[in-house]
Every structure is written in C-alpha cells, then in structure tokens.
C-alpha cells in the first residue's frame, strides 16, 4: 500500500502541478486502531508554483482524490497556515501533529 500511496501522491504533484511538503497517514490506521474494513486516509500540505500566488484570484486551497480505499485530501499551505492562526485544530489532529 505505501507504494501506491507514494504513486497516488507523485501523480498528483504532477497532475495539479503542485510540491508536496509533507504527507501523513491519519485515520484509524494512522492513529493505531485500523477495522478490518478501514480505508486508508492521507492527508498532505503542498504549495503551488510561485506565478499563481501572484494572480488576481485566489488559487485552489484544497485537492481530494477518493481512489477505491484510498482517500487523499490536500491543503495548500496558506490555508494551513490560516487554520492554525484561527486555532483550528483540524490540520495538526489530521496530520498526527499533536
């Protein structure tokens, strides 16, 4: 599964055009507790190529791709970076942060 994971991750750098800083697995099978019908969650930050933060518009924040047992859900790294200014724990308690 690791290889496919790391497949998944690569095709989306390369799809969306995007770096991946950092990717986690999460979940049930992240936090030591898998069922025997559990998926595999990964959630990762990335950053996007240096012209599209100097656009008008705002970039895309977030990327998800749902691959049969597998769910990969990304944030662009501001927007990480924002939900952590807010206090919102959501992205340390998906990425075993804390």
Do not use: H
Not at 66 to 78: K, P, S, T
Request: proline letters at 3%.
């Amino acid at each position: 599964m690791n290889s496919l994971i790391l497949n998944k991750l690569n095709e989306i750098e390369e799809q969306a055009g995007v770096s991946i800083l950092y990717a986690c697995e999460t979940g049930s099978r992240g936090w030591g507790f898998p069922s025997a019908d559990s998926d595999y969650d990964v959630r990762f930050f990335y950053v996007l190529p240096c012209e599209d933060y100097l656009k008008l518009d705002s970039p895309k924040d977030s990327l998800n791709l749902l691959c049969g047992d597998l769910d990969l859900v990304g944030w662009e790294l501001r927007k990480s970076l924002q939900l952590l200014r807010k206090s919102n724990g959501s992205v340390l308690r998906s990425c075993n942060l804390l």
